[in-house]
């Protein structure tokens, strides 16, 4: 890995402050009357516990904010139920017994190391934060107890920059330590004098550091070395000559994900907090002014003679304030008397707040509780869902390819590198992942993706494929060789998948055929026996037949020069 140069990493922090400029303004909008204490441009905002919440006067847009949060959670990674799993790219070998076993065994147990580390706890910020301001990161590291623990990064204290493919490979970002996490992190050695001092005498003193994660220069994929791997990590204090720490990465560690991107763009530009930030201030205003309309309305500023200065004026209900009016004077009476329209004010707020929870998509996250109709039929709620997929389709593509991909991947690898080095050990059935099947061969893993909303979108494609076997079934009434075109195993595999149903539910085509040849034999044999059965009774009915001149048997024998009996012998 290159030596550690103070002077390039500078010179890139401030190009990437430059870049992220633009978009601060627009951020600091969003937390002052959306998302309040979410954000950390300074670093003495890292343990501020201000009160920040001041523009808010209608919390419907937070509300909304956490309903979109709640339904992301639940339809996308709900930690309930799974919602991903590992197959290879080859259906053939998905339904290999020893192939199969070995990728739900591998599912199975990243599912449970999510569980056990803080993913749950740190994916409702990300996906507040990526509604709201449009761009979310945190980090997947390694650790000690839980194998990986992830961190999430607060709108604000990072910077991020994309390779020629538009992909996020670089990340920077300036934050606070105390003394004694530094001496914890890395090593009393390491880390400055007064940082020395410090965690001797006030462990809880804070310090800056620096921290950058970029491509390296010098990656080798042949060799296994830190300072050869594919992305690098170094840490560092302001004006210290020599680093903190210098890491490497397989993966990128950063999982940034981002609501829309404009062309090259760097951060997200459109997602529900900018497109309803107007509503937003708008509803604020509003509210500040109805509950100014009513106190003026109920508490109104009162005018009167000269004389009632030093005399005691009273607004309370029941009291008196005495007046002498004089002509062309006015007694004690409000500065103006207007009767402001509370009614379609409220109105108008009311649409606004409707707006501002459909641009969450809170409708859709909340649909089947708010239908005002009880007699809505399944059909239209179909329909419905239908086309919020849609709506929700660009979204839940981005999030697969720059949030959830990079996760389990990064997961897998950190994953992989430890069981290694169990396999062919008295502890490989420690190993989170078990050695491969050969049955595997070098076959491309892939994730698919089974959560509520994946299943979602997947049952549009569902729905005609009903409409189709549907379609057939009545078609067979009146032409039975319409069955000759419909593929029933072909049918049963492609629903199978839109589903999500789980593979050992479906059998595979060895099995099916097995099955079916047996089937066929019993129904073969079933058939033989009939047909024996069938001949032995026609043999003994023919045995009790009588023989005489005037039957046909007995006028065929005759024929034949045999004399006609009692019966066949």
């Known amino acids: ?294 106190d003026k309305l109920v508490d109104p500023p009162m005018t009167g003679p000269t004389s009632l200065k030093t005399q005691k004026v009273s607004l309370l209900p029941g009291d008196v304030t005495y007046v002498d009016v004089t002509q062309g004077q006015q007694g004690f009476r409000p500065v103006y008397e207007i009767r402001p329209n509370i009614v379609e004010l409220d109105q108008k707020m009311y649409r606004i707040e409707q707006r501002i929870r459909r641009a969450f998509y809170a409708d859709l996250i909340l649909m089947i509780s708010s239908l005002d109709n009880a007699q809505t039929t399944a059909t239209e709620i179909n329909a419905r869902r239908e086309e919020k997929m849609l709506m929700l389709g660009p979204v839940l593509e981005r999030l697969n390819d720059e949030a959830f991909d990079p996760l389990i991947k990064r997961t897998f690898g950190i994953m992989l590198r430890k069981s290694e080095l169990l396999w062919g050990t008295d502890r490989e059935d420690q190993a989170l992942i078990p050695p491969p099947p050969e049955e595997l061969g070098g076959g491309e893993l892939i994730i698919e993706y089974v959560s509520i909303l994946a299943q979602a979108q997947k049952l549009i494609g569902s729905a005609n494929l009903e409409k189709l076997t549907g379609f057939v079934g009545n078609l067979m009434g009146a032409f039975p060789e319409a069955a000759d075109k419909y593929d029933v195993d072909a049918a049963i595999d492609e629903y199978a998948a839109m589903v999500g149903a789980p593979s050992r539910t479906i059998r595979d085509k060895e099995s099916v055929d097995a099955i079916r040849a047996q089937r066929q034999q019993a129904q073969e044999a079933q058939a033989q026996m009939q047909m024996v059965q069938q001949q032995a009774a026609t043999a003994k009915d023919l045995g009790a037949t009588p023989i005489t001149e005037d039957t046909a048997l007995g006028a065929m024998l005759g024929r034949m020069g045999l004399p006609p009996t009692g019966g066949i012998q």
């Open 1 to 294: 890995m290159a030596d550690f140069d103070r002077e390039y990493f500078s010179r890139r922090l401030a190009a990437l402050k430059t870049a992220r400029q633009s978009y601060e303004t627009q951020w600091r909008d969003i937390e002052t009357y959306i998302l309040p204490s979410s954000t950390e441009f300074q670093l003495s905002e890292t343990n501020d516990g201000r009160r920040k919440n001041q523009s808010i006067y209608n919390d419907t847009a937070t509300d909304s904010v956490r309903t979109l949060s709640s339904g992301m959670m639940g339809g996308l990674t709900s930690p309930a139920r799974p919602w991903f799993s590992i197959r290879t790219s080859s259906p053939e070998r998905n339904k290999m017994k020893a192939v199969s076993v070995w990728l739900e065994t591998v599912t199975k147990n990243m599912h449970a190391l999510f569980q056990r580390s803080n993913l749950y706890q740190v994916l409702p910020q990300a996906y507040e934060e990526l509604g709201c301001f449009g761009t979310t990161a945190f980090l997947a590291l390694d650790d000690d107890e839980s194998v990986v623990r992830f961190y999430q990064c607060p709108i604000g204290s990072y910077y991020l920059s994309t390779n020629h493919r538009g992909a996020i490979d670089t990340f920077a970002r300036e934050f606070q330590m105390t003394a004694r996490q530094m001496v914890d992190k890395f090593g009393e050695e390491t880390v400055s004098k007064s940082v020395k001092s410090a965690a001797r005498n006030t462990e809880d003193a804070w310090f800056s550091v620096t921290h950058f994660i970029e491509p390296n220069p010098d990656h080798d994929p042949k060799k296994p070395f830190k300072k050869a791997k594919a992305f690098r990590s170094v840490y560092f204090e302001p004006g210290e000559h020599a680093p903190l720490v210098v890491e490497g990465f397989d993966e990128f560690p950063v999982i940034a994900a981002r609501w829309i991107v404009r062309g090259q763009g760097i951060y997200g530009v459109r997602c529900p907090g900018i497109q309803c930030l107007g509503d937003v201030k708008a509803l604020q205003l509003g509210e500040k002014r109805g509950w100014k309309a009513i």
